[in-house]
């Protein structure tokens, strides 16, 4: 039987990825409830107390071959990862809390457990000032900023992260915001250039956010930024142009960890069976830092985007009228102090079959926000680094498992389906190792019969 009837693909060449030695350093925009929650997890994972559960990078097996091959290993052993033992910690927040103190406040972690069996090392980290500007997150209070206008604020970025370099004596470097959610920013005028954005940050142009000041800094220093938030930021056209330029690795956008990622599982199984959807309610209740930033409307409306998208990208009602033409879908998000970063989400899914006979669809879900958000920024750190030792910059469309909204090339609709970005991002570690896809279309099995 000739290669073309496998379900698995012409096996190519590997790529040259440089080997992962020296220390990997890790800067964290923000250092609240999901950046000391990856770092403590780390930390407690390299001591043996706790297990990375949640982290496919650290648990997570891959296929290798046909099914009667009998080959799965860990992802880990498979490609070159950075080892946790060599991450060091760096970060930038509001305020002047240590790693320790932060993890304390953020109520995430059991205190005797889980945090003071690694004070020390919490205690050692601590956030360089922010660049923040209180008019894209009125609800953020903290004075640990940077001060001057906006060039001042990127130049003093850019020296902090080669300050960093230096003195933790780290090979490489990965950025990741961790961040609340700044104000809604439409793409605009200055967003499209080099010169364009630069001529903006000298304006002190009010389009020009803290995260697109950091997403800059980290490109121009040659470090991959990925981005946690829904904020604008390496989505912009000339952050993305200047990414592809200078071969940096970005991804984003906003971490894809409760009620989206619930959407992402179901509302493929509802097109995959053709019924239809006339209405999709959902609503959240959340405590920590995130949601009283998301309390303010402005900021809000960039998470409201984020959160909606979904759905029209998977359904896509303008190629299924009948199914989805009339659907109508809500998401809102509510402050609720006494939950902390426990998130509870609802949703009320009706639902049409056989001859428009409505049915219903009821989730909730009790998750905890940075239990989920950590193993997922834990990963992208990883894949971030083995991208930029592959040579991989620009968008790094093969993450979009991680994110609600996917960044892609210009012109091409996100892929949200879970298990397409999944099967997209083991495509890819097999393609960087030279093995073979795998298309799962299965002839061979029975063809050689």
Request: hydrophobic share 40%; with cysteine; proline share 6%.
């Amino acid at each position: 039987m000739g290669p073309e009837s496998h379900s698995v693909g012409a096996m190519s060449d590997p790529r040259t990825i440089a080997p992962a030695e020296g220390k990997l350093g890790v800067l964290t925009v923000g250092l609240g409830a999901v950046a000391t929650t990856l770092i403590a997890g780390v930390e407690l994972t390299r001591r043996g107390i706790g297990k990375p559960f949640g982290s496919m990078t650290q648990m997570g097996t891959i296929r290798i071959g046909k099914r009667t091959d009998d080959d799965t290993r860990l992802i880990k052993d498979f490609v070159p990862l950075a080892k946790l033992d060599d991450i060091v910690w760096g970060a930038w927040d509001v305020f002047p809390d240590d790693a320790y103190v932060a993890a304390s406040r953020a109520g995430v972690l059991e205190q005797g457990k889980h945090i003071e069996s690694i004070a020390d090392t919490l205690r050692d980290i601590r956030p360089m000032k922010a660049a923040f500007e209180r008019k894209y997150a009125r609800n953020l209070t903290g004075e640990h900023v940077k001060p001057g206008n906006k060039r001042d604020m990127l130049n003093a970025i850019r020296a902090d992260i080669n300050a960093f370099r230096d003195e933790k004596k780290v090979d490489r470097i990965v950025m990741i915001w961790c961040a609340s959610t700044v104000i809604y920013i439409e793409p605009g005028p200055a967003h499209q250039s080099i010169e364009s954005l630069e001529a903006a940050i000298d304006a002190n142009d009010e389009t020009i956010s803290p995260a697109m000041l950091y997403a800059y800094a980290a490109i121009l220093e040659g470090v991959p930024f990925s981005n946690g938030s829904p904020n604008l930021a390496v989505d912009t056209p000339v952050l993305r142009e200047l990414s592809t330029k200078m071969n940096v690795p970005i991804s984003g956008k906003d971490f894809k960890t409760g009620q989206t990622l619930m959407k992402t599982v179901l509302a493929p199984m509802v097109k995959a069976r053709q019924l239809g959807v006339s209405g999709w309610y959902s609503t959240n209740i959340l405590g920590n830092r995130d949601g009283e930033v998301l309390d303010a409307p402005e900021n809000f409306k960039t998470k409201e985007e984020s959160k909606l998208g979904v759905l029209e990208d998977i359904l896509e009602p303008a190629k299924n009228p009948d199914l989805y033409g009339d659907i109508f879908h809500k998401v809102q998000i509510n402050y609720y102090p006494p939950r902390g970063d426990n998130k509870e989400g609802w949703d009320n899914i009706d639902i049409f079959g056989w001859m428009g006979y409505d049915m219903q669809i009821k989730v909730n879900f009790l998750c905890r926000d940075s239990i989920l958000a950590a193993p997922l920024a834990l990963d992208l750190v990883l894949y971030s680094d083995l991208a930029q030792r592959a040579g991989l910059g620009g968008i790094q469309e093969w993450l979009s498992f991680y994110f609600k909204s996917p960044q892609v090339a210009p012109g091409l609709y996100p892929e949200h389906d879970l298990f397409i970005q999944l099967t997209k991002l083991k495509n890819t570690l097999r393609w960087m190792m030279g093995e073979d896809t795998i298309t799962h279309l299965g002839r061979e099995y029975y063809d050689e019969i």
